[in-house]
């Protein structure tokens, strides 16, 4: 009888520590390159080579085709199948792998799994459809366990399951929070000079796997909170009006003198009751709209009854410059809006580096019509006052 020798990989003093205290579902939050996939894979191995099926779920093809690069190379002896088109793996042990992208979120759907493993699950959009409507049923016939593995980005969905995991094992829930120095095999010199380098909270959420408050938000949830007040009953001085598109809202942000929201509105509706409704709010007020696309004619019907009504075009760079105002206006507390589904928006709107530039949108199934009327309105209100301020040096 041949022997078939499979080598794991070996699992460094942090690792070790989460293999010796896991549970059924576990979370593992850590620091970048602590070693979380390498983890994952030999989780899935061992899983594997006693006779299990395993799903591995990844946020995007790119993640998911390196996995199954490696852990091909690491089962090689005792591969029966190996189906890239369909992802799966077989072996002579019984056990089986799957692997999955979850830009589809029904990945997973109809199958059953001993086990399974969701990496990079910080930066997985819509974690909690997932996991709830997709893939906690796939546990259900052999009643498997499953690991969440990543580093936080913000206080989102794997943040509410790390602190599920932190109350003791109830529920069969364990969680663990470890830097990026709990692997030994990392530079620590290294490690104090990115921490001399970069931002506290960057830091502590990239190093050290503690979730930033703000995540992906540009306004600073903080400076949000701090600008929160009730609508006043002044006149507006300026309107930012964001137009409904497909199933979105239109949005109109009325600012005073002084910065304030005096008025707020949204609604769905058709063009012509849209126009009718923002002629009489408008009237003789100064007014910033989204032309972009099919707004453009809107704006040029509206102008006939509002003069002081004006254009304002949404491209990749025209909205990183707007929102960067917003931000500042936030920051510094200049303006001042009120609580409810405005504040919401605010807190969930995102932005993210790109080989272009800074891409500013809210999230998957989330609004941001209201974030886009305010930072309208905010722009036409800090460039009147530069022009009030140029007319009266003049």
């Avoid at 099926?53 to 091909?72: I, M, N, Q």
């Avoid at 964001?242 to 809202?249: G, H, P, T, V, Y």
């Avoid at 002084?258 to 058709?270: F, H, I, P």
Wanted: proline share 5%; glycine share 10%.
């Amino acid at each position: 009888m041949s022997t078939v020798q499979i080598t794991l990989p070996r699992l460094h003093s942090g690792q070790q520590k989460v293999i010796d205290e896991a549970s059924r579902f576990n979370v593992l939050m850590c620091g970048r390159r602590f070693g979380k996939t390498t983890f994952g894979q030999w989780v899935a191995t061992n899983a594997i080579l006693h006779g299990m099926p395993v799903g591995w779920f990844s946020p995007t093809y790119k993640f998911s085709a390196e996995v199954w690069r490696d852990l091909k190379v690491l089962l090689k002896p005792i591969l029966t199948t190996d189906n890239r088109i369909e992802g799966r793996m077989e072996t002579i042990t019984g056990g089986s792998l799957e692997i999955w992208s979850l830009d589809n979120k029904d990945a997973g759907r109809g199958r059953k799994y001993g086990l399974i493993i969701l990496d990079e699950a910080g930066v997985v959009k819509d974690l909690d459809q997932i996991w709830q409507m997709a893939l906690r049923p796939t546990l259900t016939d052999l009643q498997g366990k499953a690991w969440f593995l990543g580093t936080p980005k913000g206080r989102g969905f794997f943040q509410r399951l790390f602190a599920q995991g932190q109350d003791g094992g109830k529920d069969g829930w364990r969680s663990w929070r470890l830097p990026t120095l709990a692997n030994p095999h990392m530079p620590k010199e290294e490690i104090e000079s990115a921490k001399r380098e970069l931002p506290p909270e960057i830091f502590a959420q990239e190093y050290e796997g503690v979730p930033a408050d703000d995540g992906g938000c540009p306004f600073n949830l903080k400076a949000i909170a701090e600008c929160i007040a009730p609508i006043r009953d002044t006149p507006v001085s300026i309107w930012g009006v964001d137009l409904a598109k497909s199933q979105d809202f239109t949005v109109a942000v009325g600012l005073d003198e002084e910065g304030c929201v005096c008025a707020l509105e949204r609604w769905q509706g058709d063009w012509s009751m849209t126009s009718i409704r923002l002629a009489n709010m408008i009237g003789e007020s100064m007014a910033i709209l989204d032309s972009t696309g099919v707004g453009d004619p809107v704006v040029e019907a509206l102008q006939a009854r509002c003069p002081l009504a004006e254009g304002f075009k949404f491209t990749s760079h025209s909205k990183q410059q707007i929102m960067e105002g917003l931000a500042v206006g936030i920051q510094t507390t200049k303006i001042r809006f009120p609580d409810g589904w405005l504040r919401t928006e605010l807190e969930l709107f995102e932005y993210e580096y790109t080989r272009t530039g800074v891409r500013y949108e809210a999230p998957t199934g989330v609004h941001d019509d209201g974030v886009c009327a305010l930072a309208l309105a905010w722009h036409g209100y800090t460039n009147r006052l530069r022009s009030a301020f140029s007319y009266k040096v003049i």
